[in-house]
């Protein structure tokens, strides 16, 4: 039984309440600021600026990227990737979107172990088998240019742990879904309806805990690679 | 300047008045050559920071009162130090704060009190005061003048119109010297340790002069230079100037 | 002023001082960690409005901290979350063992929170036969090490690379060789399997957005991701001052957050997450327990001073700056906090002005922390505010006291200025060489053991000035 709970809530308010010597405010307090400040929203960057931003950010953090303007490029740029890192097995999500860009075929045309992410799997063996494969490959819902983010928001679908387990994690993006900074992403949003997590990205996991020698790769991908379609 | 004397009062503060006393007469030498008439209230001591930093708060207002007294005639009182004045302008009025009595003195004083090298070139608009020296400088921005009263530009103009002067880059410039007061004394082992830094960044400079607006630090980084017997001098920013004036 | 320092505290110093290595490590790694802080704060515009953008909202949300707790806390429970509130370590340590024993957990992965180091809950739970890992490479390093972190972004910042592949060396059972690729994979592989089996994930929070309930986790080496993905249960550890209203105040301080603590315009991986995961997801915790904590915090609200410290966002940007932090590093404070913000909140922390109370001293008030600080807390002024404090409360000495009794009797007088000043003249022949002064009593001796203290002159200023103004009148 869990004793800590609602219960005492009123007097740990009230406890805050009193110090703050005034009875907690009926409403939302009023404010007259709030955000970043006026001039960051102020430019409205091209979505060629936008993407060239994007990219340079991004690969300053050793993230490579490749704009594909025709559907056919793709099996050989992700082929191109697999073969640089030597991969042999790939996990993806079994999204509508990769479908449509024919994701799930072109890993097997390159000859991959292709897992597909089932929601209704056993949750210990799927995690994992994610964990055991080279390659995650993900849909990026949104891209933000001016820090080389992707934000990817979860669903049944569109797991976490893809992102996460494997050592090489590739990510397929719509041009046109790169915005300036990730308060633009947060307006995109509903909040009463927020996904469990929204994760930003930004380059491959990284630790400089030792001497301050960056080390890439140390608990998630230390290699992300992301195509952007448009 | 022509007929309109500018008056201002100088606060030597206690630092220079009893040890460095060659500051005091290096400031008067080029304030009164650049038109300003000067004087000097006798009875002025001290701001009060050391009490105030390690708080004894009543004992620095008592020192602080002194001063506004002192003062309260000046149409501008002019300091060697950015800390001293740090302290009358950004600590008088917390310590006064709520206090009827004094809030409006202290107001007063805050509005005519400048640091010696922002007086030069914000007030009176002197850049160049036509020395010529010919040394290897580098200026240790002292962290009461920087970071409070924000006094960046000033020193350097100053220093820069020195002829045959070089003004060389200090390594790690905006750490600060370790002196802090009671610090120095009551953190010692650790403020040599930092003083030891600062020394060697100095030295790494290639400068024969190290200078500052700051006596508590200048004399803090010269104590220990002279104490491992390195030649390089510290010397306030008010006498190196003099110095390369003419008489 | 004989009685300087604790002796506690100053028996640490002097070990610091004497430990080498440490003292190199930390010299290296917060000089590349400020220059990192000033190049990103540069392309950010004005940083300043930045950083009054930060101390606004964050002030906001602490003078109405009440307010938006219970609209935080109504949005976890809203998204399936569970709330609870605990008020003191005791309380977040039994709360955290009704929940691992309601799972009959056996180990817990935790990602870093310094709410833990709060309250001590490693120990409490190994005392209770619970396995708690740190996942955190560097968190890892110190708790292999048994040793507190040293500094609050790079825990293990006082160890260098021989030290850590000793340690992990003695925990692999053989030999692991020093490169930092070698022992990144040692650390990857041993907590890769703790990350899959563990049985509850735990995190701290660096935001907690009261619009949406939600809780950010922001982390470079992917493992605060990892501890809220893959175990089926959440423990979020929070600050109850973690607070930002909505999602626009949570960018601001995102765009300040990881610039001044590394310089990263943001960290690897930012994770929003609103409740535990939805009907048909299969990773993601099944539960979410969020622990609102205040552990002494309540002591800083409501305190016109001191209630600004209640907006740190836990960069550790003054550390990085701090003089005596480089000299000394984050042991010698001797509490879960160090630094210029530890020296600050941890007498407040503790309400203990008596034990604590001589952390405000280490600090030459340089302001290099009031500077770095990103929500603009005047840290160097809270410094000297607890000074004061702490001599109303009567814990200073009393000679110290009757030093600057002595100090206002001769000072406050010009008459007797005039005449210390010149009895000085003459007491300081014995300490004479030369124009400076050698040896001397303490506190005195403090300074002339490094350096040479100068020897006060025989024709004050004053005298000068007189002989000034006869010269030009005589001219």
Same mark, same amino acid.
């Given at each position: 039984?869990?004793?800590?709970?609602?219960?005492?809530?009123?007097?740990?308010?009230?406890?805050?309440?009193?110090?703050?010597?005034?009875?907690?405010?009926?409403?939302?307090?009023?404010?007259?600021?709030?955000?970043?400040?006026?001039?960051?929203?102020?430019?409205?960057?091209?979505?060629?600026?936008?993407?060239?931003?994007?990219?340079?950010?991004?690969?300053?953090?050793?993230?490579?990227?490749?704009?594909?303007?025709?559907?056919?490029?793709?099996?050989?740029?992700?082929?191109?990737?697999?073969?640089?890192?030597?991969?042999?097995?790939?996990?993806?999500?079994?999204?509508?979107?990769?479908?449509?860009?024919?994701?799930?075929?072109?890993c097997q045309n390159l000859g991959l172990n292709l897992t597909l992410w089932n929601?209704?799997?056993?949750?210990?063996?799927?995690?994992?088998?994610?964990?055991?494969?080279?390659?995650?490959?993900?849909?990026?819902?949104?891209?933000?240019?001016?820090?080389?983010?992707?934000?990817?928001?979860?669903?049944?679908?569109?797991?976490?742990?893809?992102?996460?387990?494997?050592?090489?994690?590739?990510?397929?993006?719509?041009?046109?879904?790169?915005?300036?900074?990730?308060?633009?992403?947060?307006?995109?949003?509903?909040?009463?309806?927020?996904?469990?997590?929204?994760?930003?990205?930004?380059?491959?996991?990284?630790?400089?805990?030792?001497?301050?020698?960056?080390?890439?790769?140390?608990?998630?991908?230390?290699?992300?690679?992301?195509?952007?379609?448009? | 300047?022509?007929?309109?004397?500018?008056?201002?009062?100088?606060?030597?503060?206690?630092?220079?008045?009893?040890?460095?006393?060659?500051?005091?007469?290096?400031?008067?030498?080029?304030?009164?050559?650049?038109?300003?008439?000067?004087?000097?209230?006798?009875?002025?001591?001290?701001?009060?920071?050391?009490?105030?930093?390690?708080?004894?708060?009543?004992?620095?207002?008592?020192?602080?009162?002194?001063?506004?007294?002192?003062?309260e005639k000046s149409e501008y009182v002019v300091s060697p130090s950015g800390s001293?004045?740090?302290?009358?302008?950004?600590?008088?009025?917390?310590?006064?704060?709520?206090?009827?009595?004094?809030?409006?003195?202290?107001?007063?004083?805050?509005?005519?009190?400048?640091?010696?090298?922002?007086?030069?070139?914000?007030?009176?608009?002197?850049?160049?005061?036509?020395?010529?020296?010919?040394?290897?400088?580098?200026?240790?921005?002292?962290?009461?003048?920087?970071?409070?009263?924000?006094?960046?530009?000033?020193?350097?103009?100053?220093?820069?119109?020195?002829?045959?002067?070089?003004?060389?880059?200090?390594?790690?410039?905006?750490?600060?010297?370790?002196?802090?007061?009671?610090?120095?004394?009551?953190?010692?082992?650790?403020?040599?340790?930092?003083?030891?830094?600062?020394?060697?960044?100095?030295?790494?400079?290639?400068?024969?002069?190290?200078?500052?607006?700051?006596?508590?630090?200048?004399?803090?980084?010269?104590?220990?230079?002279?104490?491992?017997?390195?030649?390089?001098?510290?010397?306030?920013?008010?006498?190196?100037?003099?110095?390369?004036?003419?008489? | 002023?004989?009685?300087?320092?604790?002796?506690?505290?100053?028996?640490?110093?002097?070990?610091?001082?004497?430990?080498?290595?440490?003292?190199?490590?930390?010299?290296?790694?917060?000089?590349?960690?400020?220059?990192?802080?000033?190049?990103?704060?540069?392309?950010?515009?004005?940083?300043?409005?930045?950083?009054?953008?930060?101390?606004?909202?964050?002030?906001?949300?602490?003078?109405?901290?009440?307010?938006?707790?219970?609209?935080?806390?109504?949005?976890?429970?809203?998204?399936?979350?569970?709330?609870?509130?605990?008020?003191?370590?005791?309380?977040?340590?039994?709360?955290?063992?009704?929940?691992?024993?309601?799972?009959?957990?056996?180990?817990?992965?935790?990602?870093?929170?310094?709410?833990?180091?709060?309250?001590?809950?490693?120990?409490?739970?190994?005392?209770?036969?619970?396995?708690?890992?740190?996942?955190?490479?560097?968190?890892?390093?110190?708790?292999?090490?048994?040793?507190?972190?040293?500094?609050?972004?790079?825990?293990?910042?006082?160890?260098?690379?021989?030290?850590?592949?000793?340690?992990?060396?003695?925990?692999?059972?053989?030999?692991i060789s020093s490169d930092t690729p070698s022992l990144n994979a040692f650390a990857?592989?041993?907590?890769?399997?703790?990350?899959?089996?563990?049985?509850?994930?735990?995190?701290?929070?660096?935001?907690?957005?009261?619009?949406?309930?939600? =809780? /950010? *986790?922001?982390?470079? %080496?992917?493992?605060?991701?990892?501890? &809220?993905? $893959?175990?089926? #249960?959440? =423990? /979020? *550890?929070?600050?109850? %001052?973690?607070?930002?209203?909505?999602? &626009?105040? $949570?960018?601001? #301080?995102?765009?300040? *957050?990881?610039?001044?603590?590394?310089?990263?315009?943001?960290? &690897?991986?930012?994770?929003?997450?609103?409740?535990?995961?939805?009907?048909?997801?299969?990773?993601?915790?099944?539960?979410?327990?969020?622990?609102?904590?205040?552990?002494?915090?309540?002591?800083?609200?409501?305190?016109?001073?001191?209630?600004?410290?209640?907006?740190?966002?836990?960069?550790?940007?003054?550390?990085?700056?701090?003089?005596?932090?480089?000299?000394?590093?984050?042991?010698?404070?001797?509490?879960?906090?160090?630094?210029?913000?530890?020296?600050?909140?941890?007498?407040?922390?503790?309400?203990?002005?008596?034990?604590?109370?001589?952390?405000?001293?280490?600090?030459?008030?340089?302001?290099?922390?009031?500077?770095?600080?990103?929500?603009?807390?005047?840290?160097?002024?809270?410094?000297?505010?607890?000074?004061?404090?702490?001599?109303?409360?009567?814990?200073?000495?009393?000679?110290?006291?009757?030093?600057?009794?002595?100090?206002?009797?001769?000072?406050?007088?010009?008459?007797?200025?005039?005449?210390?000043?010149?009895?000085?003249?003459?007491?300081?022949?014995?300490?004479?060489?030369?124009?400076?002064?050698?040896?001397?009593?303490?506190?005195?001796?403090?300074?002339?053991?490094?350096?040479?203290?100068?020897?006060?002159?025989?024709?004050?200023?004053?005298?000068?000035?007189?002989?000034?103004?006869?010269?030009?009148?005589?001219?």
């Amino acid at each position: 039984m869990i004793t800590y709970t609602d219960s005492n809530e009123e007097h740990f308010l009230e406890k805050l309440a009193s110090k703050l010597g005034r009875p907690t405010p009926g409403k939302i307090p009023t404010r007259h600021i709030s955000g970043p400040p006026d001039f960051w929203t102020k430019t409205q960057p091209s979505q060629d600026e936008l993407l060239q931003q994007f990219i340079a950010n991004a690969e300053r953090l050793t993230v490579k990227c490749q704009l594909i303007s025709n559907k056919n490029d793709i099996q050989s740029t992700i082929g191109g990737w697999i073969s640089e890192i030597k991969a042999k097995s790939i996990i993806c999500w079994d999204s509508p979107e990769l479908k449509q860009a024919s994701i799930p075929d072109i890993c097997q045309n390159l000859g991959l172990n292709l897992t597909l992410w089932n929601h209704q799997a056993d949750r210990r063996e799927m995690i994992r088998q994610c964990a055991n494969v080279d390659v995650g490959i993900t849909w990026a819902d949104y891209g933000v240019a001016n820090t080389g983010s992707m934000a990817i928001l979860s669903n049944p679908v569109q797991s976490r742990a893809v992102s996460l387990l494997p050592p090489v994690h590739i990510a397929i993006l719509k041009r046109e879904t790169i915005l300036p900074h990730m308060g633009d992403i947060f307006t995109k949003l509903d909040y009463t309806d927020l996904p469990s997590s929204l994760t930003f990205i930004t380059g491959p996991s990284r630790t400089s805990d030792i001497e301050m020698d960056l080390a890439l790769g140390v608990h998630g991908p230390a290699k992300v690679f992301i195509l952007i379609l448009g | 300047m022509g007929g309109s004397l500018l008056r201002a009062s100088l606060f030597i503060t206690c630092i220079a008045d009893n040890f460095f006393p060659k500051v005091g007469d290096s400031v008067v030498k080029i304030l009164r050559k650049n038109g300003v008439d000067l004087d000097f209230p006798k009875d002025q001591t001290c701001c009060g920071q050391p009490a105030f930093n390690a708080g004894y708060w009543d004992e620095a207002k008592d020192l602080a009162k002194g001063l506004i007294r002192t003062f309260e005639k000046s149409e501008y009182v002019v300091s060697p130090s950015g800390s001293c004045v740090a302290m009358i302008k950004h600590d008088y009025p917390q310590l006064f704060a709520g206090d009827q009595l004094w809030e409006s003195r202290v107001k007063e004083l805050v509005s005519k009190t400048y640091e010696f090298s922002q007086f030069l070139v914000n007030v009176l608009k002197i850049e160049d005061l036509g020395a010529r020296q010919q040394v290897k400088v580098v200026y240790h921005p002292s962290c009461h003048a920087t970071r409070i009263m924000e006094i960046h530009e000033e020193p350097i103009k100053l220093l820069h119109n020195v002829k045959e002067l070089e003004l060389l880059e200090l390594p790690n410039a905006d750490q600060c010297c370790g002196f802090g007061g009671t610090f120095s004394v009551k953190m010692a082992a650790v403020s040599e340790e930092i003083v030891e830094e600062k020394v060697r960044n100095i030295l790494e400079s290639g400068a024969d002069i190290v200078t500052g607006t700051d006596l508590g630090c200048l004399m803090n980084i010269g104590g220990r230079l002279e104490h491992q017997g390195h030649s390089v001098q510290a010397i306030h920013i008010a006498q190196l100037l003099a110095e390369g004036m003419e008489a | 002023m004989t009685t300087l320092m604790n002796e506690n505290f100053k028996k640490r110093i002097k070990f610091a001082l004497h430990n080498k290595s440490m003292r190199e490590a930390i010299k290296k790694a917060t000089t590349i960690l400020k220059n990192n802080r000033l190049k990103a704060a540069e392309e950010m515009g004005d940083w300043d409005e930045w950083r009054q953008r930060g101390k606004d909202i964050r002030s906001h949300v602490i003078a109405n901290l009440d307010y938006y707790l219970k609209q935080f806390a109504d949005n976890v429970r809203a998204k399936g979350g569970k709330v609870y509130y605990a008020g003191q370590a005791e309380d977040v340590i039994q709360v955290v063992m009704e929940i691992v024993n309601q799972h009959q957990a056996k180990t817990v992965a935790k990602s870093k929170s310094m709410i833990s180091e709060e309250v001590h809950l490693n120990k409490a739970l190994y005392d209770r036969g619970i396995e708690a890992i740190e996942t955190d490479l560097a968190e890892y390093i110190i708790q292999l090490a048994e040793e507190p972190p040293s500094h609050i972004i790079v825990p293990a910042i006082h160890k260098n690379r021989n030290e850590i592949a000793d340690l992990f060396s003695k925990e692999a059972g053989k030999e692991i060789s020093s490169d930092t690729p070698s022992l990144n994979a040692f650390a990857r592989k041993t907590l890769r399997e703790k990350f899959l089996t563990a049985d509850i994930g735990l995190t701290g929070c660096n935001f907690a957005i009261a619009e949406t309930g939600s =809780i /950010v *986790l922001v982390s470079n %080496e992917g493992n605060g991701r990892m501890v &809220s993905t $893959l175990p089926k #249960v959440h =423990i /979020v *550890l929070m600050g109850m %001052e973690r607070i930002v209203p909505n999602f &626009s105040d $949570l960018e601001a #301080v995102l765009n300040l *957050l990881p610039r001044s603590a590394t310089g990263q315009k943001y960290t &690897s991986y930012t994770s929003i997450i609103s409740g535990p995961s939805h009907p048909g997801e299969l990773d993601g915790p099944e539960e979410m327990h969020v622990i609102i904590v205040d552990n002494g915090r309540t002591n800083l609200l409501g305190e016109k001073d001191f209630q600004e410290a209640l907006r740190c966002i836990r960069c550790g940007a003054c550390f990085n700056v701090c003089p005596v932090y480089r000299q000394i590093g984050g042991h010698a404070y001797g509490s879960v906090y160090g630094g210029p913000i530890g020296a600050v909140i941890t007498p407040l922390l503790n309400n203990d002005l008596k034990n604590w109370g001589e952390l405000p001293y280490a600090s030459s008030l340089c302001a290099a922390c009031s500077e770095a600080c990103p929500v603009m807390i005047p840290l160097h002024e809270l410094l000297v505010k607890l000074r004061y404090r702490r001599f109303k409360a009567g814990y200073t000495s009393s000679m110290e006291h009757m030093a600057f009794k002595v100090f206002r009797h001769y000072f406050g007088n010009p008459r007797r200025y005039r005449f210390a000043m010149k009895s000085g003249y003459y007491l300081q022949r014995p300490l004479m060489r030369g124009n400076h002064l050698e040896g001397g009593p303490t506190p005195l001796s403090g300074w002339t053991n490094s350096r040479y203290f100068p020897a006060v002159a025989q024709k004050p200023f004053r005298q000068r000035w007189d002989e000034i103004q006869k010269g030009s009148e005589e001219r």
